[in-house]
């Protein structure tokens, strides 16, 4: 038995949430609380869910989780890095560098082809041009796509185009993919097929936040954090702070 040897260190959340708050306009007549008092932790190699109808926050939480909004209060540490000590720039460079993004709309560039889309990252992390195509064609090759690399988007599938924006949003090997109702544009099917990729994703370790409306489709992630009126709640009970 061990008596005074060190504990082991817990590793560090890829994603901590303490008592995150929004508020639009505030102290004037159209002041709005988007969220309220949310707090949880998302580790690393996690699938989670957040679910919510219209209106609940969840987009709201989804934007302040991406980066690309800061909270009225609270924290929150992307990967250990507390984002309000950061500037403009440093959020957008740490977007770059932690969190993949997956859209329902795909967003893909229609003139480029699959390969060029993919690689567009790697151009904004100035990664040299001889090591692109390679990285590239191997994420292609990772959800399934190697022999699509020279098709443009209109050439591909629904399905195919959101591989390829998975592709795209995993190609700087981020802590975090964060992926927004991205079966809202398919079918059934396919959008089965994206899930399914998403827990081989989980898998082999990456970490993976989907925001969602679809019971069905959170029932898909290892756990769900469920948002309504701009609050965390649990099991149909608020979780208390």
Avoid: W
């Avoid at 817990?10 to 708050?21: F, K, M, R, S, T």
Wanted: aromatic fraction near 4%.
């Amino acid at each position: 038995m061990d008596a005074g040897g060190p504990r082991p260190e817990a590793p560090v959340p890829v994603i901590q949430v303490e008592h995150l708050g929004k508020v639009y306009n505030p102290g004037t007549p159209g002041e709005v609380r988007a969220l309220s008092d949310v707090s949880f932790r998302i580790d690393g190699g996690e699938f989670v869910a957040i679910m919510g109808p219209s209106g609940s926050g969840k987009s709201t939480l989804m934007n302040l989780i991406g980066c690309l909004d800061t909270p009225s209060e609270g924290r929150y540490l992307c990967d250990g890095v507390d984002v309000a000590t950061l500037d403009a720039e440093q959020r957008a460079r740490l977007r770059l560098a932690k969190i993949g993004f997956v859209f329902q709309g795909f967003h893909l560039l229609p003139r480029m082809s699959a390969l060029e889309n993919v690689m567009l990252p790697l151009v904004y992390a100035g990664v040299p041009r001889a090591q692109r195509e390679p990285i590239a064609r191997q994420a292609l090759a990772d959800v399934g796509l190697a022999d699509r690399a020279g098709h443009r988007p209109t050439e591909l599938s629904g399905g195919q185009q959101q591989r390829v924006a998975i592709a795209r949003a995993l190609i700087n090997a981020p802590p975090v993919l964060l992926a927004d109702e991205p079966t809202g544009a398919l079918d059934s099917r396919t959008g089965e097929e994206i899930l399914a990729l998403f827990e081989r994703l989980r898998d082999a370790g990456h970490t993976v936040v989907l925001i969602t409306h679809e019971a069905g489709v959170a029932a898909h992630a290892d756990r769900t954090l469920t948002i309504r009126d701009g609050r965390l709640v649990e099991g149909g009970a608020e979780v208390q702070p």
